[in-house]
């Protein structure tokens, strides 16, 4: 599972769609030396990093908001040494021993992966959203480009690649295909259907859904896919179940002149998390003998949030699957942890860390943490307060957009008095105080994860 999460987050702006750094590669036999014939790789700077990822913000420089997350420069004269030869930062591609760009290896180089949107070419994996995030996809020629220079060696000089394909502008249309619904007696499905997202904006939603199971169920998996452009989507459940929005009510987080629905967003207040990805497909499994209890009648908050950056209208689309076991394999009862720091003031152009600790009324045996933070998050630790482990380290992310999720072999046991404590490193480049908030250009600092008793 990675990237739990339930915000708004900003969408760190093609962040994803490298995640890369460099070293140096072996040169191709086929190279061409004539002085006179572009570097392939000076093109791919030229008529592609330059105008579409090394912009201000982005990865023009160590100095943008989100250079923390992603660690990478693809501005002229630093792109190609952070790009070949060099682990990703998304822990699923290292772990699958990708680089961000592996010569002669295209399909174990993670740029390729994060430009290529049809999941056959790589088994289906998934290593975060594919990029660039809400903007036009790039033009095949492009993306072919970039793939005959990889399998050629990847090398900084010389052509290996037609340069014709970079004036091809068609683009790969791509069917999506929703998760299919679970076989009878195996689990439930809940989806947002498809919905509108009008050009060069972000559009949040809520739809009260419900799960359909007439009595107490056993989750001990569950598994999202949303279309591409999502920036995340989180299934809740309600603190007080007296108040509920009417079922299969779209409900917008801003209205049309781009001013908060007060309405849903107060609504919000009710939620508690339950499960939910920002990659944009994810299967979680929870550890053996644990599962979640869904009570007889639920129904849950679905939330989607999608930001266009194109000229046209986009589409989403949303589907969450829980998978259920028999009662009598279940030995714990999983509970959510939604632990937040809403009193947050961070100064304009300051670097500070904040901290809250959170202390537990009884026992508590943690399984799992992530976090969530927007755009100017750099760091989220999380420490244990109190006992003898009193400020150990048990959680680091400096990935504000797809942090990870650690699930502990052994839980991590707490006593009654005893806690966390979320201590966040945040870098306010902008030139007013970014406080707590619902939107994109708010910040948050959240635990979230799963615990029992």
């Given at each position: 599972m ?52 090394a ?61 290529t ?13 594919p ?5 036009q ?65 972000e ?97 849950l908050d ?21 998978y ?74 400096t ?55």
């Open positions: 990675k990237s739990l999460t339930f915000t708004r987050l900003t969408f760190g702006i093609f962040a994803g769609w490298l995640l890369l750094n460099g070293s140096a590669c072996t040169k191709s036999g086929n190279e061409s030396t004539d002085p006179t014939v572009t570097a392939s790789f000076d093109l791919i700077q030229q008529k592609i990093l330059t105008p579409s990822c912009s201000s913000g982005c990865h023009a420089s160590e100095k943008d908001a989100s250079f923390a997350q992603h660690g990478l420069v693809l501005a002229e004269g630093f792109a190609y040494q952070n790009l070949v030869g060099v682990d990703p930062k998304n822990s699923a591609a290292k772990a699958d021993g990708l680089k961000r760009v592996k010569a002669f290896a295209s399909l174990e180089s993670l740029l390729y992966h994060k430009l949107v049809t999941a056959s070419h790589h088994t289906g994996k998934q290593y975060g959203n990029m660039p995030l809400g903007g996809l790039l033009p095949d020629g492009q993306i072919e480009f970039i793939r005959r220079w990889i399998d050629a060696g990847a090398p900084k000089t010389g052509s290996v690649a037609d340069a014709a394909l970079l004036d091809d502008k068609t683009t790969a249309i791509t069917t999506y295909e929703p998760l299919s619904v679970p076989a009878a007696g195996t689990g439930f499905q809940l989806a947002i259907p498809a919905f509108a997202i009008q050009s060069n904006v559009r949040e939603l809520f739809m009260r859904r419900s799960v359909g199971n007439t009595e107490a169920i056993y989750v001990n998996r569950y598994e999202t896919k949303m279309r591409s452009g999502s920036h995340h989507f989180v299934a809740y459940s309600f603190r007080d179940t007296n108040f509920l929005p009417n079922l299969n009510d779209v409900r917008d987080l801003h209205n049309a002149d781009k001013s908060l629905n007060l309405t849903t967003a107060l609504a919000m207040a009710n939620h508690v998390y339950l499960a939910g990805s920002q990659a944009q497909y994810q299967d979680y499994t929870f550890p053996e003998g644990t599962a979640l209890l869904i009570p007889a009648g639920t129904s679905l939330n989607s949030h999608y930001v266009n950056k194109t000229n046209g209208v986009m589409q989403g689309e949303a589907q969450i699957n829980l259920t076991v028999d009662k009598s394999k279940v030995q714990q009862v999983v509970k959510t942890l939604d632990l937040n720091n809403s009193n947050l003031a961070i100064p304009a152009n300051k670097r500070v860390t904040l901290t809250k600790s959170f202390v537990f009324d009884k026992p508590r045996k943690v399984l799992t943490l992530t976090s969530h933070m927007h755009k100017l998050g750099e760091k989220f630790v999380i420490k244990i307060k109190g006992g003898s482990r009193d400020g150990e380290i048990v959680y680091t992310s990935d504000w957009e797809h942090p990870d999720i650690v699930t502990f072999r052994s839980p991590i046991l707490l006593q009654k008095g005893e806690g966390l404590t979320s201590e966040i490193t945040y870098n306010n480049t902008t030139s007013k105080t970014v406080n707590f908030g619902l939107t994109s250009e708010d910040e948050m600092g959240i635990i979230f994860g799963y615990y029992y008793e």
